[in-house]
């Protein structure tokens, strides 16, 4: 089976900072587009980041361009989510997702097909 166990999520002030994991499993990693979203109350979730395995390639909404950075460790099959500078506005409940076929720099909750079940992050002002 397809799985996906985000963690990492937690209480921080504004300013600081938090990594996300998110492990993979039942897919081939290499095969894959792993991407993170969020979605705050009353919202609709959003595309953050992805990353495309193949090539390590990442890409970003525009909030998080030069604050965010996204990696991945092959060998742990995880996906990371460096986050900086954080901002009351970035609390949400932060989900991974896959995607196996295409979705190459694709932030759009559409082109994914698995999801895991999110890691809340709360920025205090």
């Known amino acids: 089976d397809v799985q996906l166990q985000a963690s990492g999520g937690g209480l921080v002030q504004a300013g600081g900072s938090l990594r996300l994991s998110c492990v993979v499993s039942g897919f081939t990693f290499a095969d894959s587009n792993i991407g993170w979203f969020r979605q705050a109350p009353g919202k609709e979730r959003e595309g953050v980041s992805c990353?495309?395995?193949?090539?390590?390639?990442?890409f970003y909404a525009d909030s998080a361009k030069g604050r965010f950075g996204i990696s991945k460790d092959s060998a742990k099959n995880t996906v990371y989510l460096q986050m900086n500078s954080l901002k009351p506005e970035d609390t949400a409940v932060y989900y991974c997702?896959?995607?196996?076929?295409?979705?190459?720099?694709?932030?759009?909750?559409?082109?994914?097909?698995?999801w895991g079940q999110g890691t809340q992050v709360t920025v205090s002002s």
């Open positions: 997702a896959a995607t196996l076929y295409g979705g190459y720099g694709d932030l759009s909750i559409y082109a994914y097909d698995y």
């Open positions: 990353i495309s395995s193949s090539d390590g390639s990442g």
